[in-house]
C-alpha cells in the first residue's frame, strides 16, 4: 500500500468546502424557515444540511484522529473508513435526533440504535480486513 500524498488532500479538501457549505445552509435554514408554516419542507432541509453537515464533520475528525494514532502515515483508505464511520455516526445523530423530534427517544431506543450501528461498522470493517 503506497501513501497518496494528493490523493487524500483532494478528497479532504472536497470534504472539508462540502462541510461548510452545508453548515451554512443549516445556518440558512434555522434562520429563514419557520418550522410552524413550512413543516414538510422546513424539517426536511433541516435533516437533510444536518445531515450532510454531520457527515462532513464527523469525518474530518476521525480522519486525523486516524493520522495522529498512524503517526503521519495516510492512505487514501484512511479517508474512505472515515468517511464511512462519519456517515454511520450521523445517521445515528439524525435518526435519534428525529426520535427525540417525534417524542419516542427513549434510552433504550438510542441504545438501540448506537448497537445496530456499532454492528453494522464491525461487520464493514471485517470485511475491510478480508480484502
Not at 487524500?8 to 424557515?33: D, E, G, Q, R
Not at 493520522?67 to 462519519?86: A, C, F
Not at 435519534?96 to 461498522?121: H, K, P, Q, Y
Amino acid at each position: 500500500m503506497h501513501t497518496l500524498n494528493t490523493g487524500h488532500h483532494k478528497v479532504l479538501y472536497v470534504i472539508s468546502i462540502a462541510t461548510i457549505i452545508s453548515w451554512l445552509s443549516w445556518i440558512l435554514v434555522i434562520m429563514n424557515l419557520d418550522p410552524y408554516t413550512s413543516t414538510g419542507m422546513g424539517l426536511g432541509l433541516f435533516f437533510i444540511s444536518l445531515t450532510l453537515a454531520l457527515i462532513g464533520t464527523f469525518t474530518l475528525i476521525l480522519f486525523f484522529l486516524k493520522k495522529l494514532r498512524n503517526q503521519n502515515e495516510v492512505y487514501i483508505k484512511h479517508v474512505m473508513i472515515s468517511l464511512r464511520q462519519g456517515i454511520l455516526l450521523s445517521m445515528s445523530t439524525t435518526i435519534c435526533l428525529s426520535f427525540l423530534m417525534l417524542g419516542l427517544l427513549r434510552i433504550w431506543n438510542g441504545l438501540l440504535i448506537v448497537i445496530i450501528i456499532t454492528l453494522l461498522e464491525f461487520y464493514l470493517s471485517g470485511k475491510d480486513e478480508l480484502n
